[in-house]
């Protein structure tokens, strides 16, 4: 199943329009001369700081994100390599560090930092998850990222089953950084076995998907592009049909345009 198309059902969100990864990664280095100026100037203000005190941590983050930004992608990974030796208990810079390194195509690296990132940290980042299991899938390790995913998914339905901690929700709330999907681990789960070649584990894990939450557009719109790169393409438009008939009024437009593709990329 094609990067893209796979990364589409993953990304939905009810409520929000969705860009494909590609797309959404040349709109976001469309930056304005302006934009790109101020980027700049703030670039050579931690710079000037970095000059009289290379260790300062503050300044060697704000350069790499700058860096980042910009687009410049080796000099923000030289830069994070210096803080994950200071800052070895932060997740976000592993993370930061995981997604330059993909972007350099350094995807052992990616993955290498990404796992950093979710051993460090003490919930579970959806960021870092989808973060880790691409890289993984991109340095044709899907294996490895099927395995990362169960476990992930045991932990989720443990915790479903145990119920919540009242004790624990004040310091859960003011900890954990975004509330994990388990609709998205599981549409991962499916990319995954996809690009393993496990077509029918990836089928089974959207029929679960569509069983267990039967108005939720992302299961339909999974399978039936699974579906359709398998040829089988009458059972791909009744999923597409499903698809969009649940989907949020943004995300209909992402249904039709995967249901008129002839073929993925």
């Not at 910009?70 to 830069?79: C, E, K, M, N, Q």
Request: aromatic fraction near 8%; charge should be negative; charged fraction near 30%.
């Amino acid at each position: 199943m094609p990067f893209f198309a796979q990364n589409a059902a993953v990304n939905c969100h009810q409520g929000k329009s969705v860009n494909p990864p590609e797309e959404a990664a040349v709109i976001d280095k469309k930056l304005s001369r302006e934009q790109k100026a101020i980027l700049e100037t703030r670039l050579a203000q931690f710079e000037a700081t970095l000059s009289t005190s290379p260790e300062d941590e503050t300044a060697l983050e704000g350069a790499a994100v700058t860096l980042t930004e910009l687009g410049d992608y080796a000099r923000a990974t030289s830069l994070l390599q210096e803080l994950v030796k200071v800052k070895t208990s932060d997740p976000e810079v592993f993370r930061l560090l995981g997604e330059v390194k993909y972007e350099l195509k350094d995807y052992d690296g990616s993955a290498a930092a990404y796992k950093l990132s979710a051993a460090v940290s003490k919930d579970v980042d959806f960021e870092v998850l989808r973060g880790y299991t691409n890289a993984l899938l991109a340095a044709k390790r899907p294996a490895e990222a099927v395995q990362f995913l169960l476990s992930c998914r045991e932990r989720l339905n443990m915790e479903r089953s145990t119920g919540p901690d009242p004790m624990a929700e004040s310091s859960k709330m003011e900890t954990e950084p975004q509330n994990l999907d388990r609709i998205q681990v599981d549409l991962l789960l499916g990319k995954a076995y996809s690009d393993w070649g496990h077509v029918s584990d990836a089928v089974a894990i959207y029929d679960q998907l569509i069983s267990s939450n039967p108005n939720d557009f992302r299961g339909y719109l999974a399978k039936g592009i699974i579906l359709k790169e398998n040829g089988n393409v009458g059972d791909a438009e009744r999923m597409f049909i499903q698809a969009r008939f649940f989907a949020p009024e943004k995300a209909k437009a992402l249904v039709d345009r995967y249901s008129r593709q002839r073929k993925f990329m």
